[in-house]
């Protein structure tokens, strides 16, 4: 069955996918089978599964279709704002991600690390 992934959080390994016949399907990071963990919007691939819980989704493949990738600027944004002024976010890479740690630089500079090792030139801080 294909979907597109409504959302993972990837804190705890687990997400949600809209499959196209309207379902909702459950899926756990184990049920993913590729090394990079999915994020919003991107389409799958899925075996429906029914569970006691509900539905879930196992064997899931993450699509392959070519997407947009903004390569410019050439460094990396931070930004409180909703809006990085004079850009264009192009595509979300993951949300709901942090880094934590008493030291806010050390905390800035684990979640740039983080979105970097993800393909994000660019993240938005929130309280």
């Not at 990079?36 to 989704?57: D, I, N, S, Y």
Request: hydrophobic share 35%.
């Amino acid at each position: 069955m294909q979907g597109r992934v409504r959302s993972f959080l990837g804190v705890k390994s687990y997400g949600f996918i809209d499959g196209d016949d309207g379902e909702s399907y459950f899926f756990h990071l184990d049920d993913v089978r590729s090394p990079r963990p999915p994020v919003p919007r991107q389409e799958v691939t899925f075996r429906p599964t029914a569970t006691p819980k509900g539905l879930r989704a196992r064997s899931v493949i993450l699509g392959t279709s070519p997407q947009l990738v903004y390569v410019d600027p050439d460094r990396f944004i931070m930004t409180r704002e909703p809006e990085i002024r004079g850009h264009i976010i192009v595509k979300v890479v993951a949300e709901g991600c942090w880094y934590e740690s008493n030291d806010p630089n050390q905390a800035r500079d684990g979640l740039k690390q983080f979105a970097q090792e993800r393909g994000a030139n660019a993240a938005k801080l929130g309280r």
